[in-house]
Every structure is written in C-alpha cells, then in structure tokens.
Antibody, heavy 126, light 112 residues
Framework: QMQLQESGPGLVKPSGTLSLTCAVS?????????WSWVRQSPGKGLEWIGE??????????NYNPSLKSRVIMSVDTAKNEFSLNLTSVTAADTAVYFC????????????????WGQGIMVTVSS | DIVMTQSPDSLTLSLGERATITCKSS???????????LAWYQQKPGQPPKLLIY???TRHSGVPDRFSGAGSGTDFTLTISSLQAEDVATYYC?????????FGQGTKVEIK
C-alpha cells in the first residue's frame, strides 16, 4: 500500500524559502503518476500548489498560476521522493502542507488525489 | 479559476438520517467520454483528506456504499444515505477539469 510522508522545517522566516520533501513508499516515483502538493490554511481552505512528473523519458511540472513565480518542484528518483520549494514566503504562506499522488497519468489528465501524506504544519514568522 | 461553492456550510443530523451536500461549479466541468471532472473528499480533524468519489459518481475502493455521488455539468451532490457516527467530518468537492484544480470551502457534518 502506497504511503507518503512529508518532512521539513516547521518554521520559516519571512522572505525566506520553504523547502519540503515527500518520501514515497510502496511504489516507484518514476511510475506513470504525477505527484502534487496541496496546502490548507484557515483563510484560504485547500489550495493546489502544483504537480511534478518523472519517468524514464524525462519530467514535467505544472504550477498554480497564483504561485507559479515562487514555486519549484523536483523529483529525486534515487531517494524515491519529490520536493517543493516556495520562495519569498510571507505570513500568508502559513499552512498545513500535504503531498499526494495525483491520479493523472501520461495519457489522462485526472487531477484527483489519493493517497495523501499526513501533512506538515509550516509557520512563517520571524 | 473555476470556483466551487458548497452548501450548506454545516449540517447537523441524527444518526441514520440522510445527508445531502451540494456542490456547484462556476462553469461546466463535463467533458468528452461522458465524464464529469469532480471528486469528493472526507476530512476528519488532524487527518488529511480522504478520497471518497471521483468522476462525480465512482466510489473509491473501500468506501462504504452509503456514500454516493451524482450530478452533471455544474451541479453535483454527495449523499450519505444513513448517517453513522464515524461520518462526522468535513466534506470537500474538487474539480479537475482545468488547471488549477480547486476545492469547495467544505461542509461540516455533525451528529445531533
């Protein structure tokens, strides 16, 4: 059974970079799946951040246009994990961050999410 | 972005009663091959969302059959046919018709 687990700092300073990693177990990150980050805050509810894909032929990313200028996602196939970097953070980026398998494949766009990681609370504060 | 609007914001019912949650999208999320690009999730406090329904009406593996999804185009419903204590949670709809996928604001279901 596939499981995902987020890790990273729980506190980031304003204007800094939020860096999180999602470790995937029970499946290969290079399988025909996309991998997403979603965040949840009291003010904005659930918000999709973006997705990353990687297979033997290469990789690709799609980002939420509202965050695109600040987001970079990548895959580490050796560690079977994927990462999120969000730059120039402010208090508005304080949220619980979830990683999830995106059920899209290379042939069908179907961005619903299962399974999800447990989530990690990230606070932006000095 | 497509805006997803759920109603009601909260619902308090007795055990065994029928719960119906409505989700409306700001534009049509039906596409070819007879598919509505809509999912439903259940989230309990301190847990991640859990997938219940996708393609508007396909129940995810392991989800009890008291949960059902219906609707097409812009109007959708999630029904719990007989509310159980373990169904206390917040429920979210989400479209995946276009980028970015977006979620409804959530409907909190409680027991009377």
């Amino acid at each position: 059974q596939m499981q995902l687990q987020e890790s990273g700092p729980g506190l980031v300073k304003p204007s800094g970079t939020l860096s999180l990693t999602c470790a995937v177990s029970g499946g290969s990150i290079s399988s025909d799946n996309w991998w997403s980050w979603v965040r949840q805050s009291p003010g904005k509810g659930l918000e999709w951040i973006g997705e990353v894909f990687h297979n033997q032929y290469g990789g690709s990313t799609n980002y939420n246009p509202s965050l695109k200028s600040r987001v970079i996602m990548s895959v580490d196939t050796a560690k079977n994990e994927f990462s999120l970097n969000l730059t120039s953070v402010t208090a508005a980026d304080t949220a619980v961050y979830f990683c999830a398998r995106d059920r899209s494949s290379s042939t069908l766009r179907s961005n619903y999410f299962d399974p999800w990681g447990q989530g990690i609370m990230v606070t932006v504060s000095s | 972005d497509i805006v997803m609007t759920q109603s009601p914001d909260s619902l308090t019912l007795s055990l065994g009663e029928r719960a119906t949650i409505t989700c409306k999208s700001s534009q049509n999320i039906f596409y070819g091959s007879n598919k509505n690009y809509l999912a439903w999730y259940q989230q309990k406090p301190g847990q991640p969302p859990k997938l219940l329904i996708y393609w508007a009406s396909t129940r995810h593996s392991g989800v009890p059959d008291r949960f059902s999804g219906a609707g097409s185009g812009t109007d959708f419903t999630l029904t719990i046919s007989s509310l159980q204590a373990e169904d206390v949670a917040t429920y979210y709809c989400q479209h995946y018709y276009s980028t970015p996928p977006t979620f409804g604001q959530g409907t909190k279901v409680e027991i009377k």
